[in-house]
Nanobody, 121 residues
Framework: QVQLQESGPGLVKPSQTLSLTCTVSPGSITTRYYALSWIRQSPGKGVEWMGL???????YYSPSLKSRTSISRDTSKNQFFLQLSSVTPEDTAVYYCARDPSGLGYANDYWGQGTQVTVSS
């Protein structure tokens, strides 16, 4: 049983950068061919895949969010990170991290519990 846990501030001010951490345990986030994704869900827009980082560190982003999104990792801590810049209230959502062992990002078998992030002044 793999556990993923999101952490980070629950409140972010407009124009600032939203930063979240996902901690994965047990195992290594460099295991072939895992893809680790950030996904968000909001009442108005539904579920939205944001991007992923592969086992070898390659990143892929949703075209609609690519200009504002950065995903990175710390392999020594089995953590990967999300940064979403220039946030607005429309970025208010529950943010999830998830794992896809196939490497494609479409078949996530383990998810974090989700963390609510509100963008407000």
């Amino acid at each position: 049983q793999v556990q993923l846990q999101e952490s980070g501030p629950g409140l972010v001010k407009p124009s600032q950068t939203l930063s979240l951490t996902c901690t994965v345990s047990p195992g290594s986030i460099t295991t072939r061919y895992y893809a680790l994704s950030w996904i968000r869900q909001s009442p108005g827009k539904g579920v939205e895949w944001m991007g992923l980082i592969s086992y070898d560190g390659d990143t892929y982003y949703s075209p609609s969010l690519k200009s504002r999104t950065s995903i990175s990792r710390d392999t020594s801590k089995n953590q990967f990170f999300l940064q979403l810049s220039s946030v607005t209230p429309e970025d208010t959502a529950v943010y999830y991290c998830a794992r896809d062992p196939s490497g494609l990002g479409y078949a996530n078998d383990y998810w974090g519990q989700g963390t609510q992030v509100t963008v407000s002044s």
